[in-house]
């Protein structure tokens, strides 16, 4: 892929690594979970390679349990993005908390955050590409991928958003359940987390202001999607998707 075919690309993205996966004990015990292998890949390695079939030239990554191993697997990538860390050894900061803090390593622009306990394959057209496509910074503070709940693969709430006839999103009633689940794919802008604590927070406390203000756009993914965050969930995805291995990037 050209850099001109992917010139409004974000050129910087973070991955989200730095969670102590203890719903798949005992595996974990002893492996951060983004180095999980599904098909014999490490979960991250999964979002690597879309971000480098994007034309994503860099790659944040934090770290916090077990991160020497997670370290020391990525330095050894060959392939782009080029990734940096972002170091939370010393206290977790949550996913709101955390990307505020890589934000010096991240810049001005706007760019893409990945959490890395998903598997994503592409529908009609990349959903990285799909995403740039319908970032519009004057409006939007926040976009955010949403899988359709009834092929949300290994997930097991209640789903995160309703969506009107006219597009617009709310978020779930108490008790109920909803269409939509976030898909842990989405550009966010740095002026999203202004006057935010420099203690953990979620980003679910950015997407909700950013709703309120009518500064928060969605869209939804047209591919297959796999959350991993148990032991059930690992071996559904396995199942599914060794069967046939995909094409990097796909």
């Not at 008790?175 to 679910?204: C, E, W, Y």
């Amino acid at each position: 892929m050209t850099r001109s075919s992917t010139a409004h690309v974000p050129r910087k993205a973070m991955i989200l690594a730095a969670g102590l996966g203890t719903r798949m004990r005992p595996m974990t015990e002893s492996l951060p979970k983004p180095m999980v292998r599904v098909c014999d890949k490490p979960l991250i390695d999964w979002s690597l390679d879309h971000l480098e079939s994007a034309g994503v030239e860099e790659a944040v990554v934090n770290v916090h349990y077990l991160a020497d191993i997670l370290v020391a697997h990525l330095k050894n990538r060959e392939e782009r993005p080029r990734v940096v860390f972002s170091d939370e050894t010393d206290r977790l900061m949550e996913s709101g908390g955390g990307v505020k803090k890589a934000l010096p390593l991240l810049g001005d622009d706007p760019f893409f955050v990945i959490n890395s306990d998903i598997i994503w394959l592409n529908g009609t057209r990349p959903a990285l590409q799909r995403l740039a496509d319908a970032w519009d910074p004057d409006t939007m503070d926040a976009l955010l991928l949403l899988q359709p709940l009834a092929g949300a693969h290994g997930y097991t709430d209640k789903g995160d958003f309703e969506m009107d006839p006219l597009g617009k999103v709310h978020r779930r009633k108490t008790g109920q359940m909803a269409p939509f689940v976030f898909a842990g794919i989405q550009i966010l802008h740095p002026r999203l987390f202004k006057d935010t604590p420099d203690t953990p927070f979620s980003l679910n406390d950015l997407y909700d202001r950013a709703l309120n203000d009518q500064r928060l756009g969605t869209i939804a993914h047209d591919g297959d999607w796999y959350h991993i965050g148990t032991m059930p969930s690992l071996k559904l995805a396995q199942d599914a998707l060794c069967r046939k291995r995909m094409p990097r990037g796909h």
